[in-house]
């Protein structure tokens, strides 16, 4: 598990605001900063199919986990602002699967380095694995579950689902939810609405054959 450094002045879940919306307390702020540690070896990877990035407005928060059916409380919600994320994904018949692309986001640290022959002279950090699926204009995406584990020896984890649409030629919008554990006695979800564009690499439209990266911790 990666360590965090806690700061007085910097928001905690890797740059994302977690407001934690209650029903008698009021609104508890929740916040990440970057500052795990990778403990990655590189991994053989075939070249990649599509590089996309965009960007997240954080809407609103509440108990429960993004799997669950949420509801918005009441009233009105405080600005929670917006994140910067992308992804460098593969695409196999249908099927999903690929890296947070760090190069598009401040909110994920290292979680994996991957090379492959030809294609990346180095390895190159990721964040965190994700996998989903994809049928006709739409797709979802889910991530691994991020272990973190805070300087007091909290153990803290967090993991997130995209749900999405294409909205344009090379463009794919949706809900963005996002859960953490452990922070406190039950686990709290962040949800938002994101929009992600083509930036390199073939669309996801394109059906084609790849072989899957081999992934080691």
Same mark, same amino acid.
């Given at each position: 598990?990666?360590?965090?450094?806690?700061?007085?002045?910097?928001?905690?879940?890797?740059?994302?605001?977690?407001?934690?919306?209650?029903?008698?307390?009021?609104?508890? %702020? *929740? $916040? &990440?900063?970057?500052?795990?540690?990778?403990?990655?070896?590189?991994?053989?990877?075939? =070249? +990649? !199919?599509?590089?996309?990035?965009?960007?997240?407005?954080?809407?609103?928060?509440?108990?429960?986990?993004?799997?669950?059916?949420?509801?918005?409380?009441?009233?009105?919600?405080?600005?929670?602002?917006?994140?910067?994320?992308?992804?460098?994904?593969?695409?196999?018949?249908?099927?999903?699967?690929?890296?947070?692309?760090?190069?598009? %986001? *401040? $909110? &994920?640290?290292?979680?994996?380095?991957?090379?492959?022959?030809?294609?990346?002279?180095? =390895? +190159? !950090?990721?964040?965190?694995?994700?996998?989903?699926?994809?049928?006709?204009?739409?797709?979802?995406?889910?991530?691994?579950?991020?272990?973190?584990?805070?300087?007091?020896?909290?153990?803290?984890?967090?993991?997130?689902?995209?749900?999405?649409?294409?909205?344009?030629?090379?463009?794919?919008?949706?809900?963005?939810?996002?859960?953490?554990?452990?922070?406190?006695?039950?686990?709290?979800?962040?949800?938002?609405?994101?929009?992600?564009?083509?930036?390199?690499?073939?669309?996801?439209?394109?059906?084609?054959?790849?072989?899957?990266?081999?992934?080691?911790?």
């Amino acid at each position: 598990m990666n360590k965090i450094n806690f700061s007085s002045r910097t928001w905690i879940i890797a740059g994302i605001s977690l407001a934690v919306v209650l029903a008698v307390a009021g609104t508890l %702020t *929740l $916040v &990440f900063a970057r500052g795990w540690l990778s403990t990655s070896a590189p991994v053989a990877l075939t =070249p +990649l !199919e599509a590089v996309y990035a965009g960007s997240i407005d954080l809407s609103w928060v509440t108990p429960g986990v993004y799997s669950d059916t949420l509801t918005q409380p009441p009233g009105t919600p405080p600005d929670l602002g917006r994140i910067d994320l992308g992804f460098r994904l593969h695409r196999s018949q249908g099927s999903l699967s690929g890296f947070v692309d760090l190069q598009a %986001t *401040l $909110v &994920f640290t290292t979680e994996h380095s991957i090379y492959t022959s030809g294609y990346l002279t180095a =390895p +190159l !950090e990721v964040g965190p694995q994700v996998w989903g699926s994809i049928s006709g204009d739409a797709w979802t995406l889910e991530s691994e579950r991020i272990h973190m584990v805070s300087e007091a020896g909290q153990e803290l984890i967090r993991q997130f689902r995209l749900t999405a649409a294409r909205t344009g030629l090379t463009t794919y919008a949706g809900e963005y939810r996002e859960t953490l554990w452990g922070y406190g006695p039950q686990p709290y979800t962040i949800v938002g609405e994101f929009e992600l564009s083509l930036m390199d690499g073939k669309n996801l439209i394109i059906t084609s054959e790849l072989y899957l990266p081999v992934i080691k911790r």
